[in-house]
T-cell receptor, first 112, second 115 residues
Framework: GNSVTQMEGPVTLSEEAFLTINCTYT??????LFWYVQYPGEGLQLLLK?????DKGSNKGFEATYRKETTSFHLEKGSVQVSDSAVYFC???????????FGPGTRLSVLP | KAGVTQTPRYLIKTRGQQVTLSCSPI?????VSWYQQTPGQGLQFLFE???????NKGNFPGRFSGRQFSNSRSEMNVSTLELGDSALYLC??????????????FGPGTRLTVL
């Protein structure tokens, strides 16, 4: 079945550092890929998405590129802020009407 | 447009009781999914409803059930509560079911504590 694997956390960075959170997936066909973010005490918010190979999703300085050859969708940001501290979830939705599959989440802490 | 709303936000119950959680999707959205989030298991899919029909179901015991009404609002019910049911229950809505471009929009969740 479909699955999503994320790098183990927690990730702790200093403000203005470069961020990469790795995400790889297993799925049949051509799934859509998503990054969601969950701030403390809140539900999940869509951060960005990509629906086909080589698409780049971007939002709030975050970017991720859909790489079908490596089945990856790594999240990057050039300069993180303290306000980026949250849990980040990689997810996929396939083309066959099946439910979303989420990765385990990666907790990011950004120190001033 | 109003987001996904969930009520109540917090609940405290004791073992053996039952509980009903409610979710109102974004206006016009017809698909509602439920997830259980715990520190140990992460986000686990419970079930998905579309046009009052259960479309998909996760690997949870029969104590967990749900339904969807004609206005797309959804409820989930947990009977005979166990300590392990303590979790954040998240509801998400999307315009339709499945498809490669659908995005799920999440509510703030209901925090259930079972004592």
């Amino acid at each position: 079945g479909n699955s999503v694997t994320q790098m183990e956390g927690p990730v702790t960075l200093s403000e203005e550092a470069f961020l990469t959170i790795n995400c790889t997936y297993t799925a049949t066909g051509y799934p859509s890929l998503f990054w969601y973010v969950q701030y403390p005490g809140e539900g999940l918010q869509l951060l960005l998405k990509a629906t086909k190979a080589d698409d780049k999703g971007s939002n709030k300085g975050f970017e991720a590129t859909y790489r079908k050859e490596t089945t990856s969708f790594h999240l990057e940001k050039g300069s993180v802020q303290v306000s980026d501290s949250a849990v980040y979830f990689c997810a996929l939705s396939d083309n066959y009407g099946q439910n979303f599959v989420f990765g385990p989440g990666t907790r990011l802490s950004v120190l001033p | 447009k109003a987001g996904v709303t969930q009520t109540p936000r917090y609940l405290i119950k004791t073992r053996g009781q039952q509980v009903t959680l409610s979710c109102s999707p974004i206006s016009g959205h017809r698909s509602v999914s439920w997830y259980q989030q715990t520190p140990g298991q992460g986000l686990q899919f419970l079930f998905e409803y579309f046009s009052e029909t259960q479309r998909n179901k996760g690997n949870f015991p029969g104590r967990f059930s749900g339904r969807q009404f004609s206005n797309s609002r959804s409820e989930m019910n947990v009977s005979t509560l166990e300590l392990g049911d303590s979790a954040l229950y998240l509801c998400a809505s999307s315009p339709s079911v499945g498809g490669s471009t659908d995005t799920q929009y999440f509510g703030p969740g209901t925090r259930l504590t079972v004592l």
